[in-house]
């Protein structure tokens, strides 16, 4: 049974390299059914740099008068360098920017699944929580003017795919 699985691994290592993938093969008809955007012909999206200047200076700056980790005091300085400067914007600064901006625009965006407020790798940051006392600084929501709701939602829910839909289904 050893010989057998081994000579089928090397076989299929073998027919590897000879392997031609063709970037659009993913593309089913059921597909298509669901997403009938051309990605060719579809309409450029993005925002001007300075307007990203302006939207990432304004997220990423925590209050003075609060005390924070001194770790994310510095991930949200070294945001605002990198915004500033243009380079190396990492992960969570992009997804924090693009976040930012649809706000910004009217539109709402809200996150669940586990450990979202903090971002599983500490990329996120959507809540900053206080050293010093209870609580949390959503530097998003405390950018934006909310009106009567909160416009960005990142919400921590259970480990399992189950306790997500189950979320999801009572919030809607």
Same mark, same amino acid.
């Given at each position: 049974?050893?010989?057998?699985?081994?000579?089928?691994? /090397?076989?299929?290592?073998?027919?590897?390299?000879?392997?031609?993938?063709?970037?659009?093969?993913?593309?089913?008809?059921?597909?298509?059914?669901?997403?009938?955007?051309?990605?060719?012909?579809?309409?450029?999206?993005?925002?001007?740099?300075?307007?990203?200047?302006?939207?990432?200076?304004?997220?990423?700056?925590?209050?003075?008068?609060?005390?924070?980790?001194?770790?994310?005091?510095?991930?949200?300085?070294?945001?605002?360098?990198?915004i500033q400067g243009g380079?190396?914007?990492?992960?969570?600064?992009? /997804?924090?920017?693009?976040?930012?901006?649809?706000?910004?625009?009217?539109?709402?965006?809200?996150?669940?699944?586990q450990d979202v407020e903090?971002?599983?790798?500490?990329?996120?940051?959507?809540?900053?929580?206080?050293?010093?006392?209870?609580?949390?600084?959503?530097?998003?929501?405390?950018?934006?003017?909310?009106?009567?709701?909160?416009?960005?939602?990142?919400?921590?829910?259970?480990?399992?795919?189950?306790?997500?839909?189950?979320?999801?289904?009572?919030?809607?």
């Amino acid at each position: 049974m050893k010989a057998e699985i081994q000579t089928n691994l /090397e076989n299929a290592y073998v027919k590897s390299k000879s392997l031609q993938f063709h970037n659009e093969a993913w593309e089913t008809p059921e597909w298509q059914n669901i997403m009938p955007i051309n990605v060719e012909t579809a309409s450029k999206s993005g925002v001007p740099k300075d307007r990203l200047v302006q939207v990432g200076t304004k997220i990423s700056s925590l209050p003075e008068d609060k005390n924070f980790h001194r770790l994310v005091k510095k991930i949200f300085e070294q945001r605002v360098e990198s915004i500033q400067g243009g380079k190396n914007i990492d992960w969570g600064t992009a /997804e924090a920017l693009a976040f930012a901006t649809l706000i910004e625009d009217g539109f709402q965006v809200r996150l669940s699944g586990q450990d979202v407020e903090r971002g599983t790798f500490s990329h996120r940051h959507a809540h900053v929580f206080y050293q010093d006392t209870d609580g949390y600084y959503n530097p998003i929501n405390a950018a934006f003017q909310q009106g009567s709701y909160r416009r960005f939602i990142a919400s921590n829910s259970h480990l399992s795919e189950f306790a997500v839909l189950g979320y999801e289904l009572g919030y809607a």
